[in-house]
């Protein structure tokens, strides 16, 4: 059984930065693609960042030229640095890794920018 387990959220002012780290249970070079995931209260979750095991990264327009998304295989983690957050950027985001035929979710970690 694969776990995730989304660390690095918290409150922070608009402008500023945080960096999200994922951490997986067994080398991310198992999974086929790992990513990045959110939550805003009364919305669907939506794609913010994905990275395939061959190196291809795909981000949401939303989050471009601000989020970068990048993987440790010696540390088992993924991580998400996110910076000039904006106030829409508010969300419980998760991780998420794929495998061929099963997928794999965090708890997720809450992210709150103040305007």
């Known amino acids: 059984q694969v776990q995730l387990v989304e660390t690095g959220g918290g409150l922070v002012q608009a402008g500023g930065s945080l960096r999200l780290s994922c951490a997986a249970s067994r080398s991310i070079f198992g999974f086929s693609a790992m990513g990045w995931y959110r939550q805003a209260p009364g919305k669907e979750r939506e794609l913010v960042a994905t990275?395939?095991?061959?190196?291809?990264?795909n981000y949401a327009d939303s989050v471009k030229d601000r989020f970068t998304i990048s993987g440790d295989n010696a540390k088992k983690t993924v991580f998400l640095q996110m910076d000039s957050l904006k106030p829409e950027d508010t969300a419980v985001y998760y991780c998420k890794a794929n495998t061929f035929g099963n997928q794999y979710w965090g708890q997720g970690t809450q992210v709150t920018v103040s305007s």
């Open positions: 990275i395939t095991r061959s190196g291809t990264i």
